[in-house]
């Protein structure tokens, strides 16, 4: 079985594939390269389908495009206006990630996303990194709404 068919069976393999990915890039989140993200994303994003609903993960684009938005506000797009909001992105996974959690076996359906963006976060450094991190988890929001995702 080729890696690429393992990965599309087992949802946890992408999370690891894309975390491990995510955690090697240097200098920062903008060296994922896209193609190679819109590929990860569509697996990660009908794994996520499976049981995630379109609204836990909706509230974190909502927060995203806040972020977004501000980042457009600022003259310079100077990068330190948002970076602090960013970083608190992650206690908010966190949150949401825990009140999903079934038991100390099934971490709940949330996790998997929370992981993925909790490694992309740490990534984030610039603009340009930002800029990625926003088109990664619009790909995983995407990817999700063509798979099926639920609306509630």
Do not use: C, W
């Not at 995203?64 to 992650?90: C, H, P, Q, T, Y």
């Not at 992981?115 to 610039?126: G, R």
Request: charged fraction near 30%; avoid cysteine; aromatic fraction near 6%.
């Amino acid at each position: 079985m080729t890696q690429r068919n393992r990965q599309s069976n087992d949802g946890d393999d992408i999370v690891t594939t894309m975390v491990n990915k995510i955690n090697t890039l240097t200098p920062g989140l903008q060296e994922y390269k896209i193609r190679e993200l819109v590929e990860d994303t569509e697996q990660l994003g009908k794994e996520l389908a499976k049981q995630l609903k379109t609204n836990q993960i909706r509230k974190f684009l909502d927060a995203v495009n806040r972020l977004k938005a501000n980042l457009a506000k600022d003259d310079k797009k100077n990068f330190s206006v948002i970076e602090n909001d960013l970083v608190f992105l992650k206690p908010k996974l966190a949150y949401a990630a825990a009140r999903q959690q079934k038991n100390s076996r099934d971490p709940g359906p949330v996790a998997p996303f929370k992981q993925v963006l909790d490694a992309a976060i740490k990534q984030v450094k610039t603009t340009e990194d930002f800029d990625r991190f926003v088109q990664l988890v619009e790909a995983v929001i995407a990817y999700h709404k063509a798979a099926g995702g639920k609306d509630q």
